[in-house]
């Protein structure tokens, strides 16, 4: 399946360095070592036909269509199992081979519908293209034998169909799945003529382990497996490469377009963090992008109460201006504020906070990435000095030793939890550190070979107890800490570490990890070879968030495990621009570039280039925002493309806290659940309609591209842009690129970034400067961004949130594969076909104690408030411990979770949250009381006034 | 904003720096955290609870915000 002008060289490149000249057709060429005849002819621009060969996965000859002579060679190997050698002279075309090729071509399509004229591949057909190629003008066996053509059509998966009469069984599809997913959902059922393709047990693709990332569907070269759409709607005709708005994984994608509806998503093969590959979000699920949802028309009202009233975009932003100038006169500079976005751009969210610096006058403004990854920043600034992740995603495929803590990348981060599955595949340790059995635990051909099944809350417990092993049993790598760290402190934390209260015997009982699987992945962490550290929410959404993530980067430098290829500490990011929104200046204590508000020689950058003069004090973080609305000191606040009033802990205090502000300004897709206590609506614009950059998780800057045009008229950088103008600060860009530009003058880290280097190199990791002018893979290689290294002290001090008889379980939330964060884009696509609602994972043990069933509504309490699920009857989680998500407003998963949050930086404690369970029969009293709102904002909704009636 | 949310963040700040066997050093770190960190508005509000009562907080967290309010940097 390949609708664009790339070339498929059949098997992947080698990376050898040692070179080997053969000749292929009377041409001398030269390739690394262990390239196949196959990809050297085709990089010499000789196409040998193929059917079971693709670039993307490793030979297999199944197909023999791609035979090729070799002088001195007995028969006629298959070029892409054969391996090119010193002085080989091969010939891929003469009569002989054309006769071969033709007889196997016959033979295909002796089985074989003959209706290319009405097939959804006409014209994007690899069995289609060969069989022209080869020359076949009849089936001497007729159509009337033994056959396939009558096997039924699968339709049960939302996206893709599987049309077996199809088939021509080049296990294309097994192999991708094996391979480059690595989930082994499909395999080849039967034998000889019996052969057919078998999702799990010959089950429908939806009973099956399929989990949808679409890499068969890429893989297939005919119609047997084709995306809905293209049925639907026929072949693309133009396609664009951009950047996809789910996860930090950040991968890249070529949006294939009939005009300016988008027709597939397609992972791009040529992109630096996916390599070809994508998720079930990335790769189908991009219709929320043009759902009737969508809010496309300005919307305002003096209270909430009120129905909304359309207008122009010029009235909504003038309406808005005047209001938030007229709360800074009444109530003070500092009484309003602005939130950006993780799901929009740099160049956006630069803007956003610029706004509030420049034009409000203040520096209250903050990030959802407050509520995730802020504890990253906080901890790896403090030891290393950079508040980023440290290597590339390539990085794992040199690791020896994986450390997980509190991720779950099959889920989360599901191209990247790929490649990490194929590292361990060849035979990298991995160990688990996580309360639940996430996938990783155990999966086809991955075994962890420790998994740490620590009780929620007690991650730093556990970090410390690991570094007391590598400390006490001498496992440190000494000299790279007297080289590269700060020895004074790493004798101080030494010190610290091995106390006998932070050893694994000790620490047992606070973590319920027994002491010696502590010890043994230790040591499996300390001399393994490349050690390397994934970590997630699970480890930042903490009370001492901050304080694991200086742990984690102790054990890394500690134990040498920092500055080259295969090793270092890797933040996953959870949403697309988490990284970014953080560089771009959007907390409120620092600018772009990680530099704090109080630096006078900062301050006075930014000051002569944005022409104004800037607050040197922070300001509110999110959670000080609704703690000082509610005491009627904060009154206005501007969000781009958040949903503070789903995704925010301890909802009901920040729905009071909304209700109590004055002016409340939402840009979004859609009416989501902040945007009911809104007093101004502006339409946002999705990813496919607008110009920027988005930032992974490795710090890969990677271009988003404009294919469609606003369906609200404007990108959303614009309506910033007007926003600024009508409360008096000017602004005046033509393009995002305008804004990288200036961003990239007034921050070292980006100094070397523009559109057009974007554009050359596909992105660009940043450091990009003129000290690392490609840009920057693998940080702190000869020295860390601070000098040296510094080790902090983490002691260990257990939550507020601990199990008692009144609150006798401990809640973890996390998300699934299938749908993202707050639910606003997948739940308005076909995503929800697997997730339709949010469900209280308990143990069977737990749940036998409580009376409950599988699917029985069970009341969830904490001391913040109450809500009813649905119960899942589940092992993954271990007993004492129940689990849920929070995709769904209504499930109200953030009406239990507390005000607790990490110490440094506010994160809140998603993780913990004690609470009663029982089963009840109804919902809580908050689902209905919130129900009844939504409704009537609903309503308020459906009954605005439309513009023309207005005038 | 309310003192106890307050208490309850300065406290945890103070747990952290708790373990730092010099205890100027603790102390010196909390200042800076809160004078990195927190918004001048909750600082002075804690200012005025360690003047006013201040019997909640830990002994090393009342010295950093009371060296916060000699240094009148509000």
């Given at each position: 399946m390949i609708?664009?002008?790339?070339t498929d060289y059949g098997t992947?490149?080698?990376?050898?360095?040692?070179?080997?000249?053969?000749?292929i057709d009377?041409?001398?060429?030269?390739?690394?070592?262990?390239?196949s005849v196959m990809r050297a002819a085709g990089e010499t621009g000789i196409n040998i036909p193929k059917l079971c060969a693709t670039d993307?996965l490793?030979p297999f000859g199944s197909c023999r269509m791609c035979l090729v002579q070799i002088?001195?060679?007995?028969?006629y190997p298959a070029s892409c199992t054969t391996?090119?050698?010193?002085?080989?002279?091969v010939c891929t075309q003469n009569e002989k081979l054309a006769n071969i090729r033709r007889g196997i071509a016959e033979l295909y399509i002796?089985?074989h519908?003959?209706?290319?004229?009405?097939?959804?591949?006409?014209?994007d057909c690899e069995l289609q293209d060969t069989v022209g190629a080869v020359g076949l003008r009849?089936?001497?066996?007729?159509?009337?034998?033994?056959?396939?053509?009558?096997?039924?059509?699968?339709?049960?998966?939302?996206?893709?169909?599987?049309?077996?009469?199809?088939?021509i069984?080049c296990?294309r599809?097994?192999?991708?799945?094996?391979?480059?997913?690595?989930?082994?959902?499909?395999?080849?059922?039967?034998?000889?003529?019996?052969?057919?393709?078998?999702?799990?047990?010959?089950?429908?693709?939806?009973?099956?382990?399929?989990?949808?990332?679409?890499?068969?569907?890429?893989?297939?070269p005919t119609?047997?497996?084709?995306?809905?759409?293209?049925?639907?709607?026929?072949?693309?005709?133009?396609?664009?490469?951009?950047?996809?708005?789910?996860?930090?994984?950040?991968?890249?994608?070529?949006?294939?377009?009939?005009?300016?509806?988008?027709?597939?998503?397609?992972?791009?093969?040529?992109?630096?963090?996916?390599?070809?590959?994508?998720?079930?979000?990335?790769?189908?699920?991009?219709?929320?992008?043009?759902?009737?949802?969508?809010?496309?028309?300005?919307?305002?009202?003096?209270?909430?109460?009120?129905?909304?009233?359309?207008?122009?975009?010029?009235?909504?932003?003038?309406?808005?201006?005047?209001?938030?100038?007229?709360?800074?006169?009444?109530?003070?500079?500092?009484?309003?504020?602005?939130?950006?976005?993780?799901?929009?751009?740099?160049?956006?969210?630069?803007?956003?906070?610029?706004?509030?610096?420049?034009?409000?006058?203040?520096?209250?403004?903050?990030?959802?990435?407050?509520?995730?990854?802020?504890?990253?920043?906080?901890?790896?600034?403090?030891?290393?000095?950079?508040?980023?992740?440290?290597?590339?995603?390539?990085?794992?495929?040199?690791?020896?030793?994986?450390?997980?803590?509190?991720?779950?990348?099959?889920?989360?981060?599901?191209?990247?939890?790929?490649?990490?599955?194929?590292?361990?595949?060849?035979?990298?340790?991995?160990?688990?550190?996580?309360?639940?059995?996430?996938?990783?635990?155990?999966?086809?051909?991955?075994?962890?070979?420790?998994?740490?099944?620590?009780?929620?809350?007690?991650?730093?417990?556990?970090?410390?107890?690991?570094?007391?092993?590598?400390?006490?049993?001498?496992?440190?790598?000494?000299?790279?800490?007297?080289?590269?760290?700060?020895?004074?402190?790493?004798?101080?934390?030494?010190?610290?570490?091995?106390?006998?209260?932070?050893?694994?015997?000790?620490?047992?009982?606070?973590?319920?990890?027994?002491?010696?699987?502590?010890?043994?992945?230790?040591?499996?962490?300390?001399?393994?070879?490349?050690?390397?550290?994934?970590?997630?929410?699970?480890?930042?959404?903490?009370?001492?968030?901050?304080?694991?993530?200086?742990?984690?980067?102790?054990?890394?430098?500690?134990?040498?495990?920092?500055?080259?290829?295969?090793?270092?500490?890797?933040?996953?990011?959870?949403?697309?621009?988490?990284?970014?929104?953080?560089?771009?200046?959007?907390?409120?204590?620092?600018?772009?570039?990680?530099?704090?508000?109080?630096?006078?020689?900062?301050?006075?950058?930014?000051?002569?280039?944005?022409?104004?003069?800037?607050?040197?004090?922070?300001?509110?973080?999110?959670?000080?925002?609704?703690?000082?609305?509610?005491?009627?000191?904060?009154?206005?606040?501007?969000?781009?493309?958040?949903?503070?009033?789903?995704?925010?802990?301890?909802?009901?205090?920040?729905?009071?806290?909304?209700?109590?502000?004055?002016?409340?300004?939402?840009?979004?897709?859609?009416?989501?659940?902040?945007?009911?206590?809104?007093?101004?609506?502006?339409?946002?614009?999705?990813?496919?309609?607008?110009?920027?950059?988005?930032?992974?998780?490795?710090?890969?800057?990677?271009?988003?591209?404009?294919?469609?045009?606003?369906?609200?008229?404007?990108?959303?950088?614009?309506?910033?842009?007007?926003?600024?103008?009508?409360?008096?600060?000017?602004?005046?860009?033509?393009?995002?690129?305008?804004?990288?530009?200036?961003?990239?003058?007034?921050?070292?880290?980006?100094?070397?970034?523009?559109?057009?280097?974007?554009?050359?190199?596909?992105?660009?990791?940043?450091?990009?400067?003129?000290?690392?002018?490609?840009?920057?893979?693998?940080?702190?290689?000869?020295?860390?961004?601070?000098?040296?290294?510094?080790?902090?002290?983490?002691?260990?001090?257990?939550?507020?949130?601990?199990?008692?008889?009144?609150?006798?379980?401990?809640?973890?939330?996390?998300?699934?594969?299938?749908?993202?964060?707050?639910?606003?884009?997948?739940?308005?696509?076909?995503?929800?076909?697997?997730?339709?609602?949010?469900?209280?994972?308990?143990?069977?043990?737990?749940?036998?104690?409580?009376?409950?069933?599988?699917?029985?509504?069970?009341?969830?309490?904490?001391?913040?408030?109450?809500?009813?699920?649905?119960?899942?009857?589940?092992?993954?989680?271990?007993?004492?411990?129940?689990?849920?998500?929070?995709?769904?407003?209504?499930?109200?998963?953030?009406?239990?979770?507390?005000?607790?949050?990490?110490?440094?930086?506010?994160?809140?404690?998603?993780?913990?949250?004690?609470?009663?369970?029982?089963?009840?029969?109804?919902?809580?009293?908050?689902?209905?009381?919130?129900?009844?709102?939504?409704?009537?904002?609903?309503?308020?909704?459906?009954?605005?006034?439309?513009?023309?009636?207005?005038? | 904003?309310?003192?106890?949310?307050?208490?309850?963040?300065?406290?945890?700040?103070?747990?952290?720096?708790?373990?730092?066997?010099?205890?100027?050093?603790?102390?010196?770190?909390?200042?800076?955290?809160?004078?990195?960190?927190?918004?001048?508005?909750?600082?002075?509000?804690?200012?005025?609870?360690?003047?006013?009562?201040?019997?909640?907080?830990?002994?090393?967290?009342?010295?950093?915000?009371?060296?916060?309010?000699?240094?009148?940097?509000?």
């Open positions: 609708i664009n002008n790339e992947p490149a080698s990376l050898s360095a040692n070179l080997v000249t053969l000749e009377g041409r001398k060429v030269t390739v690394p070592e262990g390239t993307s490793d002088e001195g060679a007995r028969g391996p090119v050698a010193e002085g080989m002279k002796s089985d519908p003959l209706d290319c004229l009405t097939c959804s591949a006409n014209g009849e089936v001497r066996y007729g159509y009337e034998g033994e056959n396939h053509l009558d096997a039924a059509k699968d339709g049960s998966n939302p996206y893709f169909s599987f049309d077996p009469a199809k088939c069984v296990s599809c097994v192999r991708a799945c094996e391979e480059t997913q690595g989930t082994y959902a499909l395999t080849i059922d039967g034998r000889g003529f019996d052969s057919k393709v078998s999702p799990s047990q010959n089950q429908a693709f939806m009973d099956s382990e399929c989990v949808s990332c679409g890499a068969c569907v890429q893989a297939c119609a047997t497996l084709m995306e809905k759409s293209v049925i639907d709607h026929g072949l693309p005709e133009h396609s664009v490469i951009t950047t996809c708005a789910y996860c930090g994984v950040g991968c890249s994608f070529r949006a294939e377009m009939k005009g300016e509806q988008v027709i597939r998503m397609v992972p791009d093969k040529n992109g630096q963090a996916n390599h070809g590959h994508s998720c079930v979000k990335g790769r189908f699920a991009f219709g929320y992008a043009t759902h009737k949802d969508r809010i496309t028309t300005p919307m305002i009202r003096d209270n909430i109460s009120d129905a909304w009233q359309e207008v122009s975009w010029e009235e909504a932003i003038e309406f808005a201006a005047e209001k938030l100038k007229q709360l800074q006169a009444k109530y003070g500079r500092d009484s309003i504020g602005g939130i950006t976005s993780s799901r929009c751009t740099n160049e956006e969210t630069y803007l956003v906070q610029k706004l509030v610096r420049a034009g409000f006058g203040n520096n209250n403004v903050d990030t959802c990435a407050r509520v995730c990854h802020s504890p990253t920043g906080y901890g790896l600034k403090s030891t290393f000095g950079e508040s980023s992740g440290t290597q590339n995603f390539d990085s794992v495929k040199k690791s020896d030793v994986i450390l997980v803590i509190g991720a779950n990348p099959t889920d989360g981060h599901p191209v990247f939890g790929s490649m990490m599955k194929r590292r361990l595949r060849e035979g990298a340790k991995l160990i688990v550190a996580d309360p639940r059995t996430i996938d990783l635990v155990k999966s086809p051909h991955v075994q962890a070979d420790y998994h740490l099944k620590l009780r929620p809350g007690t991650n730093v417990a556990l970090v410390t107890a690991l570094a007391h092993v590598i400390v006490t049993e001498d496992l440190a790598d000494e000299k790279f800490v007297s080289e590269r760290c700060d020895t004074e402190s790493f004798a101080k934390w030494k010190t610290f570490v091995a106390k006998p209260e932070n050893s694994p015997e000790a620490m047992a009982e606070v973590t319920g990890v027994p002491a010696d699987a502590i010890r043994g992945a230790a040591r499996l962490y300390a001399t393994g070879g490349n050690g390397a550290i994934y970590y997630g929410l699970g480890v930042t959404e903490h009370s001492q968030g901050s304080t694991t993530v200086i742990g984690i980067a102790n054990l890394a430098m500690a134990t040498g495990n920092i500055g080259r290829d295969g090793v270092g500490v890797n933040p996953l990011r959870g949403q697309n621009n988490v990284q970014g929104s953080c560089d771009m200046g959007s907390f409120p204590h620092e600018f772009v570039g990680y530099r704090h508000v109080s630096d006078t020689k900062t301050r006075a950058l930014f000051e002569s280039a944005w022409k104004v003069e800037l607050q040197s004090e922070p300001g509110l973080r999110i959670p000080n925002m609704f703690s000082a609305a509610i005491d009627g000191s904060f009154k206005g606040l501007y969000i781009q493309g958040e949903d503070i009033a789903q995704s925010d802990p301890d909802i009901q205090h920040v729905h009071h806290a909304l209700r109590q502000m004055e002016c409340i300004i939402v840009q979004d897709l859609f009416l989501n659940e902040t945007a009911k206590f809104a007093h101004v609506f502006l339409p946002g614009s999705s990813f496919l309609e607008k110009n920027g950059t988005f930032t992974n998780a490795e710090r890969r800057i990677s271009p988003v591209r404009k294919v469609m045009t606003p369906l609200g008229g404007k990108e959303d950088w614009e309506v910033t842009q007007d926003l600024a103008n009508a409360v008096g600060y000017p602004m005046n860009y033509k393009h995002p690129s305008e804004i990288m530009d200036e961003i990239a003058r007034l921050t070292p880290q980006f100094a070397g970034v523009s559109y057009a280097k974007i554009e050359a190199m596909g992105s660009i990791q940043w450091p990009c400067n003129d000290e690392f002018p490609e840009g920057t893979p693998t940080m702190h290689a000869d020295h860390f961004v601070r000098g040296q290294g510094r080790f902090m002290l983490t002691e260990y001090v257990p939550t507020d949130e601990k199990a008692s008889r009144k609150y006798p379980l401990l809640l973890t939330t996390g998300r699934i594969l299938s749908q993202y964060n707050v639910g606003a884009q997948t739940r308005r696509t076909d995503n929800v076909a697997w997730h339709e609602e949010d469900r209280l994972e308990i143990h069977p043990h737990d749940a036998e104690e409580l009376g409950i069933n599988d699917a029985d509504w069970v009341g969830i309490k904490s001391r913040a408030g109450e809500t009813v699920l649905r119960a899942l009857i589940s092992e993954r989680v271990q007993p004492g411990v129940v689990y849920t998500t929070f995709h769904f407003p209504h499930s109200g998963a953030n009406v239990i979770t507390t005000d607790n949050s990490d110490w440094a930086t506010n994160c809140p404690e998603y993780k913990v949250t004690a609470v009663h369970v029982a089963k009840v029969s109804e919902p809580s009293r908050w689902q209905k009381q919130y129900q009844d709102f939504s409704d009537k904002q609903e309503t308020l909704l459906k009954d605005r006034i439309v513009a023309h009636e207005h005038e | 904003m309310e003192n106890q949310n307050l208490i309850k963040m300065a406290n945890n700040i103070g747990a952290f720096f708790n373990s730092e066997p010099d205890k100027a050093q603790a102390v010196a770190g909390i200042e800076q955290h809160l004078k990195s960190f927190w918004e001048p508005r909750m600082r002075r509000q804690i200012i005025d609870y360690v003047q006013q009562d201040g019997t909640e907080l830990m002994a090393i967290v009342a010295e950093a915000v009371r060296n916060l309010a000699a240094q009148r940097s509000l």
